[in-house]
């Protein structure tokens, strides 16, 4: 059973910096596309970072220039590391891991259990 467990959420200031690391337990993680989606109270779960098998990055327009998403395959551990964090970025962030099942035609989908980041004066 695939397990993903997120971490080094807190309570920041602005314009501090946090990392997010999401330890995972899959055999095949260096297969997965992964990501980092966050959702604040009261609005919708949005995609924050992606990194794909390949190294392919990809980020929502709000974060561009402030996070940088990583793996480390050999550890089997996906990376976000916040930089200038702003009271907006406030959110539960999860870990998600993906990849296409040609076997099913159909998207194997896994998800974190979340850690908080808040960023507040």
């Known amino acids: 059973q695939v397990q993903l467990v997120e971490s080094g959420g807190g309570l920041v200031q602005p314009g501090e910096s946090l990392r997010l690391s999401c330890a995972t337990s899959?055999?095949?993680?260096?297969?997965?596309?992964m990501g980092w989606y966050r959702q604040a109270p009261r609005k919708q779960r949005e995609l924050v970072a992606t990194?794909?098998?390949?190294?392919?990055?990809n980020y929502v327009d709000s974060v561009k220039g402030r996070f940088t998403i990583s793996r480390d395959n050999e550890k089997n551990t996906v990376y976000l590391q916040m930089n200038s964090l702003k009271p907006e970025d406030t959110a539960v962030y999860y870990c998600?891991?993906?990849?296409?099942?040609?076997?099913?035609?159909?998207?194997?989908?896994?998800w974190g259990q979340g850690t908080q980041v808040t960023v507040s004066t």
């Open positions: 998600n891991a993906r990849k296409y099942n040609s076997n099913s035609y159909s998207y194997d989908n896994y």
């Open positions: 899959m055999s095949i993680f260096r297969l997965y596309t």
């Open positions: 990194v794909t098998d390949g190294g392919y990055t």
